[in-house]
Structure formats: C-alpha cells, structure tokens
C-alpha cells in the first residue's frame, strides 16, 4: 500500500499466496472471528506491498498521508469525500509508558480493496513509485506506467506499459528473443506470460525488478523502460522479489525456496547470477523484506513463520520468529522494527536490539487476512524517540492506521507493568535462534 496526493494508492489482491496454510502458535486468543473466507485459494500468488512491490519508507513528511489523508480533522484530501468512511478514533496514549496503537480506520461501504488505481486490464497485484513515476503489476502479466495529473492531482493517467510497444515489435522479429513460455508455446523473453506478483526498486532506483508466476523475475532499467535481464528463478511461482544490500536482489517462491541473486554491470546492461540459495523448504515463500538498517534478509511463509538471515553473518541463518496462527502474508522493515501481517487477522511488531528480536505488539482490529503493510516516519519522530505510522490494508475492507514507538515495552513486559489479564492459555511470540533447527 502506498499514499499519493493525499490518497491511498493500495495493492491488493482477490487471493492469497499460491501456499497450503498450517497452524501454528496462538498469538491472541482475543482478535475478532469474522472473517472474508471467499477469497482464499490456494492456487495463485500475490505481492506484499511491503516489500516496499517494496515500499520506500523515506517518503516526504510534507506528503505524508497522516496530513493529508481523511484521519487528520485538517485535510483537504480528496479522498474526504470519496467511498471511504472513518470508524475509529484517535487512540490515547500513556506518556509514561507509549505503546503501539491504533489511530484510525477508513472501511469501503463495497467491495475488496485491491487498488487505489481502475483498470480494465486485470487486478493490480503490485506497485512502486519511483519520482513522478508509478507503475504497477497486474494479473495479466504487463507492468502499466503512470503519472500524475497536472491538471488534477487526484488523477493518474497512463502514459506507457513495459516492455513498451516499440521494444515488443523490435524484439518480435528476432526469431532468438522468443523462448518456451510453456509446453509448445513460445513468447518473447522481455514479456511475462503470466500474473506479475511483486515489483522491487533497487536502492538507486535505476533499476526495477518484476516477479512472476512465470517463475522468472526481469530487470528494467527505469531510464528508457528496457527490459535488460530474464532470470530463470525458480520451480514454481516466484511470489517476492526485493532489492538487498550489495548488489544483492533476493527471491521468494512457492517451491519453498528463498535465494540470493548477485548483480554485476556489463556495460549498459546487467548480469545477476545466483550467489546462494538460503532457504529450503516444504511450505511455500510468501513474503520477503530487508531492512536496511540492521542489515537482516527476512522471509515470510504459509506456515506462519518468519525466517530471518544476517548479512554480517555472510548471510547465514539467524533463527525464526513465531507469532502467527497462519501464513505470512506480508512484512515491511522501519528502522529496528519488523512488521509482520497474516492470514490469522493480525500483526506482529517485532524489534530487533543486540542481535534478538522481541515482540512489542500483536496488533488486532482487521476483520480479515492483512494483506498489504506500508511504513513511513511519524511527523513527530525524533532520534531520542523514533516513531513510524504503519498502514494495513486487508481483505475485511479496510485501511487501518496504526503509531509505533520503536522504543516501545515489548508484550511481557507490558504485561508486567499494566498488570495486563491476559486470556488463559495465551503465548507470547517466540524467536527462536537457527541452533534449533
């Protein structure tokens, strides 16, 4: 999910990652049970929009959707006026002891949220923003570009798709650019032949990388929309793909695997081979984000766990986070923090300090699957106390805005000081180290 003009630009997607569920620990026994159970299947694949495609979280304040969005009693957002309806209000906050919460809820009256954008082309299943650029992924396989209305800020109009028309006939005839798409059916190798699942821009943006359940991810270079690179990923549907550090683009599959790709310049081109793969895996690959921060590789899965590994570890294992009945659908990165959103109804805050991770929050209040997670600085932030605002999109219908305080107690110690009644049977979520497994 990603905000612009003052309105909420949101990936989504009408079905889950192409993954069986399983159940793990209880999180919190008390989270709403109404649930959107017509839109599972387990047969197609869908990004996170956090991989912040990957959402960048250093957006300008001066253009944060808190200011300009219907939660604050000031907008002038033309989305005020619009389908979406504000449900909840303002959370208060202990000053002594400031914990994560909820600051607001706009709910659609109609329909899934898929997209802040309509197209007749098929669903929208991933978005990047890079300048006045925006392009998204859809369904059918094409990435679609977009600008901003000069004359209307609310309105984005089309201006291209990728590969562009010029590159397609180009290519087309060159008998050697078409390669087997599937059984006795060729396609050129520049085009996805099926849905785009996640789009990633690299750290300079120069480049963009495209996921696929075409098993490929492509790299564009964002300059002149040229397609530079198809990599043959995977076994099955390549569901996340992020930039990393170092030249480093990792990738996550329905096959089970998570794998590290290395670029190398040749020329005006690129060359990614694959520098190792790090995880294998009965369960499929749902979500992957990198924070580059404390310099950790994290992968999500339909099992409800969340690997994670540690560059200044040559990347090896670092150990899993359990705090999800069911599978992971998407995660984003903010300074210290890691946010997990799941299939259960719920998010998972987790920090990482010294090399461990604690739970701060499992946030409840989605109604349905939380399918999408977008973080941005709080306009309050302050390097003494760095804040994030967290929007959650779900499939219950809703946009959720939530604060979070890096510094923040985590759940036991919460309990501790509050004196908190917890349910009979509760379980607090676990990181356990790889020497586990």
Known sequence: MRYENGGPVLVESNSLQRSKFGNILQTNPSMPTTSNEEDFSSHNSSSSAASPGY???????????????????????????????????????????????????????????????KSNSGLVKAIVISGQKIFTGHQDGKIRVWKVSAKNPSVHKRVGSLPTLKDFIKSSMNPNNYVEVKRHKNGLWIKHFDAISCLSMNEDQELMYSASWDKTFKVWRISDSKCLESINAHDDAVNSVVAGFEGLVFTGSADGTVKAWRRQLHGKGTKHALDKTLLKQECAVTALAVSTVTSVVYCGSSDGLVNFWEREKNLSHGGVLKGHKMAVLCLTAAGSLLISGSA??????????????????????????????????????????????????????????????????????????????????FIFPECFPSTRF
């Open 344 to 425: 259960d109804k719920t998010i998972c805050v987790w920090r990482r300090e010294g090399g461990f991770h604690t739970c701060l929050s499992v946030l409840t209040g989605h109604n349905g699957p939380v399918k999408c997670l977008a973080v941005e600085h709080d306009p309050e932030s302050t390097p003494d106390d760095p804040r994030w605002i967290l929007y959650s999109g779900s499939l219950d219908k809703s946009v959720k805005v939530w604060r979070l305080y890096e510094q923040s107690p985590d759940l036991q110690q919460l309990a501790a000081m509050q004196q908190l009644n917890l349910p009979e049977g």
């Open 55 to 117: 959402c960048d979280n250093q957006m300008s304040l001066e253009g944060s959707p808190y200011n300009t969005s219907p939660w604050n009693n000031q907008s002038t957002s033309p989305y005020a006026k619009s389908p979406w309806s504000r449900t909840s209000p303002l959370t208060p906050f202990d000053e002594k002891f400031p914990t994560n919460g909820l600051i607001g809820s706009l709910v659609r009256e109609e329909g899934h949220i898929y997209s802040g954008f």
